[in-house]
């Protein structure tokens, strides 16, 4: 079963944000080794961590993106499932005779 693909804007945007990540990485890694200082260090964290924030939020719209994938497949699965119907205990005792009794019966004896 083939899933109808959706969504190709948010799809664009969490490329563009994984690219933005990687630029971004760049950019702190250029900085903290040309820098002196605290440049560099603000540079080499600043960019990491900004890298690893960016990148974040493109993996999260790609999670969302596969959500609604998985979704809308286990609805569609669903609605093709046919429903069996639930069995109530009397059914199960069917053939046993009166000797079988339920567990309501069983419990009010107990206490």
């Not at 969302?64 to 093709?80: P, S, V």
């Amino acid at each position: 079963m083939k899933v109808e693909r959706g969504y190709f804007a948010v799809e664009i945007l969490s490329g563009l944000y994984k690219v933005l990540a990687v630029i971004v990485l760049l950019i702190g890694l250029f900085a903290g080794f040309t820098g002196h200082g605290m440049e560099s260090f603000t540079g080499l964290f600043g960019g990491t961590i900004g890298a690893m924030s960016i990148y974040a939020v493109g993996q999260l719209l790609t999670i969302f993106i596969h959500i609604e994938e998985n979704t809308r497949r286990t609805a569609n699965l669903l609605d093709n499932t046919e429903e069996e119907p639930v069995k109530k205990e009397s059914d199960y005792r069917e053939g046993f005779g009166d000797n079988v009794k339920s567990t309501d019966e069983t419990n009010e004896k107990a206490v």
